[in-house]
């Protein structure tokens, strides 16, 4: 009879164990909660074709225009920009998005007293802080890739059928651009933007699970505080010019960006992607050592502390 | 087998002691009510208990330390901190969906099955649903977890009297054992009397009786004493005296029973008189 009885309890365990994923749940979990992290970038999304639509009034003629010039890098130019334009912004809608989730992270919990059901849960500190931040480096990266990818499809197909519309093959569209060399650069450039700004992230989850109220304000406040006083205090501006290194010069350490004729930089071939010298940059690794920092940090603090 | 025992536990906030050094053992079977006036420690004790705060001293739980294995005696214990804190913006069946999928003790069908006896819909969000709905729901869940202890730290504040005595009925019908145990704090004194085992006072972060209900009812006795008598009734010094109706009732701490009710009708003290008398016996004493 114990025996039995011993037998079933360790198989419904071992059944039971097999469906249970803290992690997976707790990341979903997330994707619930803030819904924002997927509406934002589509409502931005769907503005920016909007947009398009509204300036494909002159668009043949803008595309015979290009299709006269004599340079292949201008035409490429030209013709991807609204390409470019969107890709970008959804981007910088992303970055966002993924500042104010973690700055609210594990501080809309205290705030709300739901920290204390959580916390009645068999799922530890570190899982649940590792969950939050999966949010801006993985899953924003990837519904950013997903939502760029199709809004530039939606751009693709306006333009090819305004230009049939008024007798220009859209294939010449193809013909002067390599939209999956682009896809495969947009890849690229979210993993490596995601990970040089895993510090700044992880500053924010490690705020959220610290302050009492303001967290923006702590984000925030600390970083001008110290690159004034460093300014006033010894005529020096390092933690300013590191915090903008951090924000300006990702891409020019993941990129062999070249000038192009009007000063802008240009990125059209997989060949300036350069990600062993993105890997071997300092800034990268002390910036992911700061974020290991940052949400070790986090962890003690989700551990400790109750509601606000 | 004991469930949670504590040697000496302590925690200081700042200067002032919430806890001042509780000694206390608790079985498997029992349920205990932990009563205190507002700031006696009660929370923190259940915080201590539930890993949710650092403390000095020994204190185990189902063998474990809260405070290091938290996860994992979060398995086997169920907490419910008021009615407040289930995350507003969460659907009932994605809630069922995250139970099941973080908690290996969760059975999905059982919670469904005490779900079809309420009005909430699957469809809604704990902020659509009224507060007592909220305190169905979170029972739903934790009834539906096979854990070993249940904590409830005034779990129907804010309720009206029907959720509150619907509560304790599903707690006890359809939940309690010999193999799980309960404490519960709360201020509705009166609506556990018949509920728990044991009882525990507790004021100032230290232990000020301890008893089960068993010995309670045996060590405490209430008399309306008639007013011809009240000068007998006060030398078998009563531990508390007030008026009622142009009479006095008195509350007797060991005492015989048979002399007792030679001075008028006896009768079975509520753990809120009790509570009070023997708060006030505090309070004198300190002074």
Known sequence: MNNTLATTDAVSASGATAKIRPFYWSV?????????????????????????????VGLPERRRAVLLLNDPAQQRTAIEMPYDIAAMMIMFTAFIVGVFYCLDALYGERRDRSILFWKSLPVSDL????????????????????????????IFLITSVVLVLHGVSPATTLAHTNLFQNSLILAYALVAVSLWHAPTYSWM????????????????????????????????????????????SWASEAFALRLGPKGTPVLDSLSQLTPGRYLTTPGLWLGLLFAVACLAVAVRFRRSRGPV | MTCIEAHGLRKVYQTTPALDGIDLRIEEGRILGLIGPNGAGKTTALNAILGLT????????????????????????????????LPRWMRVA?????????????????????????????????????????????LALVMAIDAKLLILDEPTLGLDILYRKQFYDSLLNDYFDATRTIVVTTHQVEEIQDVITDLMFIDQGRIVLESTMENFELRYVEAMVNPEALDAARALKPIHERPVFGRSVFLFENVDRNEIAALGETRRPSIADVFVAVMSKQSEAKR
Request: net charge positive.
């Open chain 1, 127 to 154: 899982t649940t802080v590792l969950s939050k931040i999966t949010i801006p480096l993985v899953i924003l990266p990837v519904i950013s890739f997903a939502i760029i990818l199709v809004t530039q499809f939606a």
């Open chain 1, 28 to 56: 979903r979990r997330e994707l619930w909660e803030n819904r924002s992290l997927y509406v934002a970038p589509l409502i931005v999304a769907a503005v920016i074709v909007f947009g398009f639509m509204c300036t494909t």
């Open chain 2, 94 to 138: 994605d809630m069922l969906d995250y139970m099941a999928g973080v908690h290996p003790r969760f059975d999905r069908a059982k919670s469904v099955n005490f779900l079809a006896g309420t009005t909430i819909k699957r469809s809604s969000k704990v902020r659509e649903l009224s507060k007592g709905m909220v305190a169905q729901l979170h």
């Open chain 2, 54 to 85: 650092p403390y000095e001293g020994q204190l185990k739980v189902l063998g474990r330390e809260p405070w290091t294995a938290r996860e994992e005696l979060m398995r086997e214990v169920c907490f419910i901190a008021d009615v407040a804190v």
């Open chain 1, 205 to 248: 989850l490690f705020v959220s699970s610290w302050v009492k109220r303001a967290a923006f304000l702590w984000a925030i406040l600390p970083v001008i505080a110290i690159a004034f006083f460093e300014k006033i205090g010894f005529g020096t501006q390092y933690f300013y010019s590191m915090i903008r290194y951090r924000f300006a």
